[in-house]
């Protein structure tokens, strides 16, 4: 089995810049597993909130995490910053597949990649509803084939 290669930034749509944290690093003195996730996370959720398709506080609809994934392919650290490269590589009837990259400073390929599915879902019933229009809009210019 051949292990898999880091992408370059040119493989994502959009980035969003995050900041590691103090406590993001472990007693390894390197960025622990776990806060990758949490970036992928924020990335993801930040870029539907600034393109007003989500509502964390008030929308009848909400998108919950049912999958996910990462590999990793070099260390991260506070105080790096972290440019998160998203893309969408699946557009369902109510969900989404989403690619994150997460590249440290200025490097040019990826620390990180990995991917989660969001399914998108009434608030209250926590029942899948189909993407609406403003959804699928705001996701079209991330999908890649």
Known sequence: MSRAIAADRAAYKVFRTLTTRWADNDI?????????????DTAVNGFLIEKGVLDIHGGGRIFVVVETGCRYFAEMAFPDVVHAGIRVARLGGSSARYEVGLFRNEEPTAAAEGYFIHVQVDRATRRPLALDDETRLALAPLTVD
């Open 28 to 40: 390894y003195g390197h960025m622990n597993n776990v806060v990758h996730y949490s970036l992928f």
